[in-house]
């Protein structure tokens, strides 16, 4: 009777020991689950402060990651320190030079200057360039591989009993007189023309050195005649050039980039080439309307 007794009550153990076993198991499954992992200790110095790396969104967590601009609109003046001029340069006026120290460095970084001059024979025209004055000032620009279209051609003609032969050569930027002119090609230094809210920036191509802005055409003639024997020679001489210039008439961005301690700080020239009301569209005046320059950071 001690026995069956004493069998009972190891039997009823063994069991609640069984159970204990399982319920144990079933509650480290339980906190094996995301809800029961703690929070991560904020990096706060024990001051109740959200970690450096992080802020807050109500119950979630964002990265707080910094925001770098590369990109720019031209005439967005946010954050750009902007320069106003409003200043004319005479396209005959060669030693006033427009020189712009665009960082305030005390360095000059950019000339734009015009000449105004030529040979006797032809006279004198009109080019407009714009200088790069250090290694460390880019505009936003690009060599180019262009073509250009030579034209020549010898016509004989009798008047009153005078041979006269007219030698001609045309220089073309823009086109073809006829089928068979020869073809040139040119690397040409080319500033690109850019509009209001056009964008740039670091992915663009930027780089250092001197463009002609505007080059004026050339038309002339020169006469040779030997009067013993009733000749004439004429040299008919033109030159093309203003596909290949900077647009006229209108508002237009020139991007610059200066890299300065390796810290490139971006910008624009705005500019007007303005037509003359003496010489027409030959020659321009050079308007210089404001500079802007990205604030240092």
């Not at 990265?63 to 946010?78: A, S």
């Not at 005078?162 to 050569?169: D, E, G, M």
């Not at 002339?220 to 033109?238: G, R």
């Amino acid at each position: 009777m001690i026995f069956i007794i004493f069998a009972a009550r190891l039997t009823t153990k063994k069991q609640k020991m069984k159970k204990t076993l399982l319920f144990a198991l079933a509650l480290a499954a339980i906190c094996i689950m995301p809800s029961c992992k703690k929070d991560p200790a904020p990096n706060n110095n024990g001051q109740g402060e959200q970690p450096t790396d992080t802020i807050t969104n109500g119950n979630d967590t964002i990265p707080d990651i910094p925001i770098v601009t590369n990109k720019f609109y031209f005439g967005d003046t946010t954050g750009m320190t902007v320069t106003d001029y409003d200043s004319i340069l005479n396209y005959d006026v060669m030693w006033r030079p427009f020189i712009l120290d665009l960082n305030g460095d005390g360095i000059d970084d950019i000339k734009i200057a015009t000449y105004f001059d030529g040979p006797m024979a032809i006279g004198k025209q009109q080019t407009l360039t714009l200088y790069c004055l250090n290694q460390q000032t880019e505009i936003l620009a690009d060599s180019i591989v262009k073509e250009s279209f030579i034209h020549q051609e010898t016509v004989i003609t009798n008047n009153d009993d005078w041979i006269v032969t007219t030698h001609s050569y045309n220089y073309s930027t823009c086109g073809k007189t006829t089928e068979d002119d020869q073809v040139e090609t040119s690397k040409v230094f080319e500033v690109f023309a850019n509009d209001y809210n056009d964008t740039f920036g670091a992915e663009d191509h930027f780089q250092s050195g001197n463009a002609i802005l505007f080059r004026e055409d050339i038309e002339y003639s020169l006469f040779d005649s030997n009067e013993s024997n009733q000749t004439v020679s004429v040299n008919y001489s033109k030159f093309i050039y203003n596909c290949w210039n900077f647009p006229t008439n209108e508002e237009k961005y020139i991007g610059f980039r200066i890299n300065q301690n390796g810290n490139p700080r971006y910008g624009w020239l705005k500019i007007k080439l303005v037509p003359t009301w003496a010489w027409g569209d030959e020659v321009v005046d050079t308007k210089l309307i404001e500079t802007a320059i990205q604030k240092q950071s």
